[in-house]
Structures are given as C-alpha cells and as structure tokens.
C-alpha cells in the first residue's frame, strides 16, 4: 500500500487541533481544575514534537517523491539466486557481479565464492577459479559443490595430487553429489578421479573408480600387456560420453 507524508502529518494535525479544542471548551471553576488543564495542555506539546519527530522518520523510511513505495534491498541470499540465473544463462561476468553483491552484503558466504570460482571456470580463469574455491571451503568445510569445482580447477591446471585430495573426501562423504547448477554427478567426480590417479601412477586406484560405475563395456585384463592402455581408453570414452 502506497503512504504519504502528507496524509500522516494532515491526520496527525487534525487530531491535534481536536485534542486542544477540546481543551478550551472545558470550564476552569477552580484553580486545581485549571492546573490539570495546563498539564493536559503540556502533554499535548510534547505529543506534537513526538509526533514531528515520528513523521519525519516515517519521511525517511517510506522515500521522497515519486510514489512513496517502501523498497526492501536484495540480500545476500537474493543476489546469489540471482547469480546462479546469469550463469545458468551463460552470463559469466553478470553472474560474477551478482555474487560479488552477495559478498558485500555477506563477506563470508562460501555460496558466493563457490559461485565465482565456476564462473571463472567457465571464463577459463582457472587461476582465479581456483583461488575463489579454495576460500569457499574454507569458509564453508561442508560446501561439497565448492570442492568438486576445485577439484575440476585443479585437473584443468595439471595439478593431479590436489585434484584427488579435493574430490576423493567428497565422494566419501556425499556419494550421491549432484550439482544444482550443472549436468555434473557423482559419475563424473569418479571419471574424474580416474583419470587423476592413471596420471600420477595409481592405477589400482584408477580401475577402483571404474568399477565404482559398473559395467565399463570392455573387458580390463590386469595382466594383458595392453592393460594400461586399454584402461586410458576406457577413462577417455566414459569422459567423452559424458555419463
């Protein structure tokens, strides 16, 4: 509902002129009579200054000009909502914007920073990306989303150990992980992890994430000289189909 100051100062006053109308009609017989009319009368002054006072916050708080309309700022929260609807749209750098709002309103929202580290991701700002993750689990140990984005920064810069460090926790604790902003699941953490651990060595570990996702559609023969290969290429088509 649209409110004026004008309409609260006119019916403020006429109150005002009621009260000390009614006042003067009353007779004074005795002096003890007239001595609560005056206090009355006091009481009234100070009511009027309560009330300048009171008008001129309701001045403040409804706005001047234009429509008078009470508008409630964004928070945190709404920015980030926002945020996500840019990056959904492919709007990077506005989604940037967005969550950087969300920071000034909440400097330690880990939603926020999780929000520009995959935006930067996607920017190919890998460095930035990562930087941006790293602090939003730090303030938010439990932002699974966060360290999955790391862990996908991590594997694009070639640093395969902090890959694995940032995603295999996750997989332990969330198993069934699914991004709310992006076709990524659980699957593609473990194809993921696949391929980080072929890339430092570990293919006992590598094999373990694929049989985590069943049938591989090729049969892997530890024993076959062609073993290791035919493993690569067994992380390389699941990657490529996308699960």
Not at 3 to 15: G, I
Not at 26 to 40: D, M, N, R, T
Not at 205 to 226: C, H, T, V
């Amino acid at each position: 509902m649209k409110r004026t100051l004008v309409d609260t100062r006119n019916k403020t006053s006429d109150l005002i002129i009621d009260t000390r109308r009614s006042i003067s009609s009353i007779q004074h017989p005795a002096s003890g009579i007239q001595h609560h009319v005056s206090c009355l009368s006091s009481l009234v002054t100070r009511y009027s200054l309560l009330v300048a006072i009171l008008c001129l916050g309701i001045s403040a708080f409804i706005g001047c000009g234009g429509d008078d309309e009470v508008v409630i700022a964004p928070d945190a929260e709404e920015f980030i909502s926002q945020g996500w609807k840019e990056y959904g749209a492919g709007n990077y750098e506005h989604a940037i914007a967005k969550y950087q709002k969300a920071l000034a309103e909440n400097p330690d929202s880990s939603e926020a920073y999780n929000g520009i580290g995959w935006s930067k991701a996607r920017l190919g700002l890998i460095q930035d990306a990562i930087e941006n993750f790293k602090i939003a689990v730090a303030k938010g140990p439990s932002n699974a989303d966060a360290y999955v984005g790391l862990a996908g920064a991590y594997l694009a810069d070639g640093d395969y150990e902090r890959a694995i460090a940032s995603a295999d926790p996750i997989m332990l604790l969330y198993p069934d992980y699914s991004s709310h902003h992006d076709d990524i699941k659980a699957a593609h953490v473990h194809i993921l992890l696949a391929e980080c651990y072929y890339n430092v060595g570990d293919y006992t570990a590598a094999r373990a994430q694929i049989d985590i996702l069943g049938d591989s559609g090729k049969s892997l023969n530890p024993s076959s000289p062609g073993y290791l290969a035919d493993l690569l290429s067994v992380i390389e088509d699941l990657a490529g189909e996308g699960i």
